[in-house]
């Protein structure tokens, strides 16, 4: 079992749906959880980091943690054709970063 | 802020020679970079920690005779995948934590080296 499960995609929505991503993980160690937006041929780009249980929004993401359930999740409000990336969640307890293999998104106009 | 500059971005090689590959913090302090590889549609795999002053540490299953690091400043981490073969085909990815934030702080990355071995 990996440590960090994330559905691969693609997933399709039109503009300004809503978009859920979300990945579970096995190591309750975990405390420090990131989402990063991976656009093709380039870095990843740091857009949420949170640390334990709860909930927290910047712009149009939004990012929850539920610790008792080893669940995590990303939400993008009024999504764009720009939104259209890989979006890979992250966690460690330690200095290294543990990544889910990345949800392909696609944003259609 | 947080940048982390990586060249080249791009490298075609033959098989058995050396392909060495920068990572620089451009506007902040790294005691500590990561490099990491990345197959298509796979997730990112750390490959080993990049440690200022002192040896890298390899995870499992990575050759450190064949992925040589060197660390020699706070702002420079290169990576060196000697004698390639096709199979070292991958795109390697390196990435940065300010030390002025603590050790479980995000991680900045490079854009990333496409090594394609002919």
């Known amino acids: ?49 949170t640390y334990s249980s709860g909930n927290k929004e910047d712009g149009r993401f939004t990012a929850q943690v539920d610790k008792s359930s080893k669940y995590i999740s990303l939400f993008i409000r009024d999504s764009q054709p720009s939104d259209s990336a890989t979006y890979l969640c992250a966690m460690s307890h330690t200095d290294k970063l543990i990544f889910g293999t990345g949800t392909r998104l696609q944003v259609f106009p | 802020g947080a940048v982390v500059s990586q060249h080249p971005s791009r490298v075609i090689c033959k098989s058995g020679t050396s ?73 390697y990815i390196c990435s940065a934590r300010d030390d002025r934030w603590a050790y479980n702080s995000p991680l900045h990355f490079g854009n990333g080296t496409r090594l394609t071995v002919t």
């Not at chain 2, 992925?67 to 085909?89: C, G, R």
Request: proline share 5%.
């Open chain 2, 19 to 91: 392909v060495k590959i920068e990572c620089r913090s451009l506007d902040f302090q790294a005691t500590t970079m990561f490099w990491y590889r990345q197959f298509p549609k796979q997730s990112l795999m750390l490959m080993a920690t990049s440690n200022e002053g002192s040896k890298a540490t390899y995870e499992q299953g990575v050759e450190k005779d064949k992925f040589l690091i060197n660390h020699a400043s706070l702002t420079l981490s290169t990576l060196t995948v000697t004698s390639a073969h096709p199979e070292d085909s991958s795109f």
């Open chain 1, 1 to 49: 079992q990996k440590e960090v499960e994330q559905d691969p995609g693609p997933l399709s929505v039109p503009e300004g749906a809503i978009v859920s991503l979300n990945c579970t993980y096995s190591n309750s160690a975990f405390q420090y959880f990131m989402w990063y937006r991976q656009y093709s041929r380039k870095g990843p780009e740091l857009l949420m980091y």
